[in-house]
T-cell receptor, first 113, second 110 residues
Framework: NAGVTQTPKFQVLKTGQSMTLQCAQD?????MSWYRQDPGMGLRLIHY???????DQGEVPNGYNVSRSTTEDFPLRLLSAAPSQTSVYFC????????????FGNGTRLTVT | DAKTTQPNSMESNEEEPVHLPCNHS???????IHWYRQLPSQGPEYVIH???SNVNNRMASLAIAEDRKSSTLILHRATLRDAAVYYC???????????FGTGTSLTVIP
């Protein structure tokens, strides 16, 4: 049981390039979400999804797109990377119930130069 | 977003109990209190959660105030491996939005 898998682990982009951060879970969780964590700070919610075909914005959605075509996958797209998007990105999933814990991936460290 | 307030940092001696406080004065009746911890260079991991009653599991205990406006995570015997950032968060609305603050950075002194 792999849990939540994020790829890649590390990525360097130039300003203006695009890329997709992948997130997959094998726990049949309805809820998935993306967070970013900047140095010395907590996690900030970017986007989340309560099921296939449904997505919504979190605290800091600008510059990021998401889609949820399957229950298992929730990719995060950066259409035109900016240095301000340099961060560590975490994907998380849960059943979506309030008493259900979040399961996190190991993160993707992104640097935009 | 549902707010919690935690001290920025705490220290504990190894093998002593640690009490990590959290204030959540705006909590509503159906919000669950969750605790997570984040070890260096890792994603957060679930520690414990509760609604009204105190909770125990193999990792820690959660003590919830009677008015639910505060809670305390208790590590019964701190080890060096417990050095991490601990986040107290509320599960609100439909349970789909977890907002993390900056947490408490716990240092364990050998």
């Amino acid at each position: 049981n792999a849990g939540v898998t994020q790829t890649p682990k590390f990525q360097v982009l130039k300003t203006g390039q695009s890329m997709t951060l992948q997130c997959a879970q094998d726990m049949n969780h309805e809820y998935m979400s993306w967070y970013r964590q900047d140095p010395g700070m907590g996690l900030r919610l970017i986007h989340y999804s309560v099921g296939a075909g449904i997505t919504d914005q979190g605290e800091v959605p600008n510059g990021y797109n998401v889609s949820r075509s399957t229950t298992e996958d929730f990719p995060l797209r950066l259409l035109s990377a900016a240095p301000s998007q340099t961060s560590v990105y975490f994907c998380a999933s849960s059943t979506g119930q309030k008493n259900s814990p979040l399961h996190f991936g190991n993160g993707t460290r992104l640097t935009v130069t | 977003d549902a707010k919690t307030t935690q001290p920025n940092s705490m220290e504990s001696n190894e093998e002593e109990p640690v009490h990590l406080p959290c204030n959540h004065s705006t909590i509503s009746g159906t919000d669950y209190i969750h605790w997570y911890r984040q070890l260096p260079s890792q994603g957060p991991e679930y520690v414990i959660h509760g609604l009204t009653s105190n909770v125990n599991n193999r990792m820690a205990s959660l003590a919830i105030a009677e008015d639910r406006k505060s809670s305390t995570l208790i590590l019964h015997r701190a080890t060096l491996r417990d050095a991490a950032v601990y986040y107290c968060i509320l599960s609100v609305d439909t349970g789909n939005q977890f907002y993390f603050g900056t947490g408490t950075s716990l240092t364990v002194i050998p």
